[in-house]
């Protein structure tokens, strides 16, 4: 099956920092542009950050933006979320999806397209 897998949540203090990993198995990842998302306790889902299959094009939400950093690595079939000077309003569970290629990372913010997702990884800001 075509399956992508989160990981490196956990517990963080305010101000520390975390590097999301997804990686895609049964397909190649290369192919599809992808995008983070979170979840926060209580609230709606939020697009986080997007990237082109080649890693040429990015896009952030106002609310991270200088913060986290999206990129790819097409060889190992990953792609990651480096997320700086973290913040309590930060916690929440963290998904990647993919999108066929040539869809525009506002796009995928907005969750269109989007057809390969996966389980989630939470991540914790407190002190």
């Known amino acids: 099956q075509l399956q992508l897998v989160e990981s490196g949540g956990g517990l963080v203090q305010p101000g520390g920092s975390l590097r999301l990993s997804c990686a895609a198995s049964?397909?190649?990842?290369?192919?599809?542009?992808i995008g983070w998302f979170r979840q926060a306790p209580g609230k709606e889902r939020e697009g986080v950050a997007c990237?082109?299959?080649?890693?040429?094009?990015?896009n952030y939400a106002d609310s991270v933006k200088g913060r986290f950093t999206i990129s790819r690595d097409n060889a190992n079939n990953t792609v990651y979320l480096q997320m700086n000077s973290l913040q309590p309003d930060d916690t929440a569970v963290y998904y990647c999806?993919?999108?066929?290629?040539?869809?525009?990372?506002?796009?995928?913010?907005?969750?269109?397209?989007?057809?390969?997702w996966g389980k989630g990884t939470l991540v914790t800001v407190s002190s």
């Open positions: 999806a993919a999108a066929p290629p040539g869809v525009r990372c506002r796009l995928i913010l907005k969750e269109e397209y989007l057809e390969i």
């Open positions: 049964g397909f190649t990842l290369g192919y599809y542009a």
């Open positions: 990237v082109s299959t080649s890693g040429g094009r990015t």
